[in-house]
């Protein structure tokens, strides 16, 4: 169906048009199990499949589970096209190869099973009305070299992997735009000199004496509107505005999870007589984050982070969100539950939830999906998804700091082999020159090799133990040359600085249910059993001053793993407002757990078994 003006579901919330068609709903669809078909002719459509959902999941109509190569989708509709005009066909994401067709013209092949992509379909339309898309999705299921993340390659999930995503699992859309048009945008804010870094990428036919309105605006007031000549196809510009001088008004600006100020932008390409040629709204912030000594710093100052680990996953839809609107109850549910950020786990998430975090105040740790084997294939492969991964994102607010690797995933012996090494050392150098302006943990965990924040994996699941370990005397240089939470040493080589943030990154994992199937690294008889270990380990943590934030495992259940906050439907286990308190530190002192009364731990089905 076409929307208009329905800026809400728009797909791609940092450059939207108002008119685009959404693709999502009913499409031909058929699986290939040994992925040897290569011709639409061949295929027997033997199935619907409900687009976005993957056909692994129960909303998809098809709730195959199976292990299969290959899967074929096909679509008809009309699509009128004004002359001069481009056509474009966009995917939000398909997992993991996809090769698109358009009235059987080959019209794009994209590899990346979390990266958007566009078509340029106008040709292949001519001009009839008439279109047909089919796309061929291939995803071999036991591949562990390609950017995976949780999806399991195994049969049935097991420990802390979960099904298998396959084909397409975010929005199919169309929009039409004019022969000279905005195909890119990038902000970069600059609290220093008080300003927003803009660059444009125009795409088509150039107009002679084109040039680029952009209008900034914070609420009814205009901040900037400026003209520029396009010279190119590529306009970059600093955006200077007017400075209030005094803390109070500068406040009044600045992005911050409490306050989450969004600046909207509109950009009118003009051709030389005032017509205007293509038209989008975007939007900013004036927000800075870095790392200053051992804190994390937001807007300048020391800013303690709160976060919750997120796997982003739904029992129904797997990484698709159900709709819009349980991407954006999952950021109001993490921030009524006290979390001012969270850590997207092993998953680039939808960009429509990073709208949300943007619009309603949220932090969010990006990180790339591993591939769990050190080849030639897996480095150029996540390499290359993770540059896309970085462009796709660099723009929203929300997004404070970026992990290209967790725990070692991908990486399994970094502690004796250099190449390893080097490939993270080159991960989070290439991060830092895509981004400078945001801090990079460079495998996030334990064995760091370079990273801006030291991150630490710990799920004893005693808090007295944790307060021994974490507060003492002499503790970075104890813990870096003698502890090793998850078995592993924290850092590898090279004299680590004193003065360096370290931050709890994953810890609690307390699973709160009565079946033996389900999987976590301790357990609570009951809800209330669980607030109790919760608000004992929170209490504990909010003690040690060594760390600069911390994120707890995890924001609900997903399949088998049962230690989440909430219920896989997003039910709180115990009352949120409780879950609030004890998560911002507003509880009152509660004794320790000590090793007699300690959670009992589940027990571990490898020795990997750290998420």
């Given amino acids: 169906m076409s929307q208009r003006g329905n800026c809400s579901a728009y797909p791609r919330p940092q450059l939207v048009r108002d008119a685009w068609t959404s693709l999502n709903g009913p499409w031909q669809f058929a699986i290939d ?30 709730g195959d589970t199976g292990l299969f190569r290959a899967v074929w989708y096909r679509r008809t509709f009309d699509c009128p096209v004004v002359e001069g005009s481009k056509v474009l066909l966009h995917f939000g994401a398909v997992d993991y190869q996809a090769t698109v067709w358009v009235n059987g013209h080959l019209v794009g092949v994209h590899e990346g099973g979390y990266t958007p992509f566009t078509c340029d379909i106008s040709v292949a339309i001519g001009a009839g009305t008439g279109c047909e898309v089919v796309v061929r999705a291939q995803d071999d299921p036991i591949d562990l070299e390609k950017p995976r993340g949780k999806q399991d390659w195994t049969l049935q999930p097991h420990s802390i992997w979960y099904p298998r995503t396959t084909g397409i699992w975010q929005t199919v859309w169309l929009e039409t735009v004019p022969p000279a048009w905005i195909e890119r945008i990038r902000w970069t804010p600059n609290l220093d000199r008080w300003e927003i870094g803009c660059v444009v990428w125009c795409a088509g036919r150039r107009h002679e004496g084109m040039r680029l309105r952009v209008k900034l605006t914070a609420a009814s007031t205009l901040l900037a509107e400026d003209v520029y000549a396009v010279t190119g196809h590529e306009v970059h510009r600093r955006i200077v505005l007017s400075d209030p001088g005094i803390d109070d008004s500068r406040n009044e600006l600045l992005w911050n999870p409490s306050r989450p100020r969004l600046i909207d932008a509109e950009l009118t390409l003009e051709a030389v007589d005032g017509a205007v040629i293509d038209r989008v709204r975007s939007y900013t912030a004036l927000r800075a984050v870095a790392v200053d000594g051992n804190r994390f710093v937001l807007n300048g100052r020391p800013y303690p982070l709160r976060m919750v680990l997120d796997q982003g996953y739904w029992p129904e839809t797997g990484m698709t969100a159900p709709d819009d609107a349980a991407l954006r109850q999952d950021v109001e549910l993490a921030k009524a539950m006290g979390f001012n950020g969270v850590r997207k786990h092993q998953k680039l998430e939808d960009p429509r939830y990073l709208y949300w975090a943007d619009r309603l105040g949220l932090l969010v740790w990006t990180e790339m999906p591993s591939a769990y084997r050190f080849t030639t294939a897996s480095i150029r492969r996540t390499t290359r998804e993770w540059m896309d991964a970085i462009d796709r994102d660099y723009s929203h607010p929300c997004v404070v700091a970026w992990v290209p690797f ?34 990079v943990i460079g495998n996030d965990g334990w064995e760091s090799v370079a990273t801006d924040i030291i991150g630490i994996h710990d799920y004893d699941a005693v808090p007295a133990r944790l307060a021994r370990r974490y507060h003492a005397d002499e503790v970075l240089p104890r813990l870096f040359r003698r502890e090793r939470p998850g078995g592993r040493s924290l850092v590898l080589e090279g004299k680590r600085p004193v003065e360096q943030p370290v931050m709890l990154t994953e810890f609690g994992g307390i699973a709160c249910s009565d079946d033996p199937d389900t999987w976590g690294y301790a357990r609570a008889d009951s809800p209330s059993g669980l607030q ?19 994120c707890y495992t995890q924001f609900a259940d997903t399949y088998q793993e049962a230690n989440g906050l909430l219920t896989a439907d997003r039910r ?19 004794v320790a757990l000590t090793t007699v009364d300690a959670p009992r731990p589940l027990p571990p089905p490898d020795e990997d078994d750290a998420t």
Wanted: glycine letters at 6%.
């Fill in 33 to 62: 199990h040994e992925g040897r078909t290569t011709h639409a002719a061949e295929v027997e459509w033997t199935h619907t499949i409900v687009v976005p959902f993957a056909p692994e999941t129960a909303a998809s109509g098809v």
């Fill in 532 to 550: 109790a270990r919760y608000v004992a380990l929170l209490e504990t943590i909010h003690t040690l001053g060594l760390f600069a934030g911390f």
């Fill in 572 to 590: 709180p286990k115990f009352p949120l407002a409780d879950m609030l308190a004890a998560t911002a530190g507003y509880t009152a002192p509660v």
């Fill in 406 to 439: 967790n725990e070692s995933w991908g990486v399994p012996n970094l502690p004796n082999n250099p190449a390893e090494r080097h490939y993270v050392r080159s991960l989070y150098y290439l991060t830092k020159t895509l981004d400078p302006t945001r801090p």
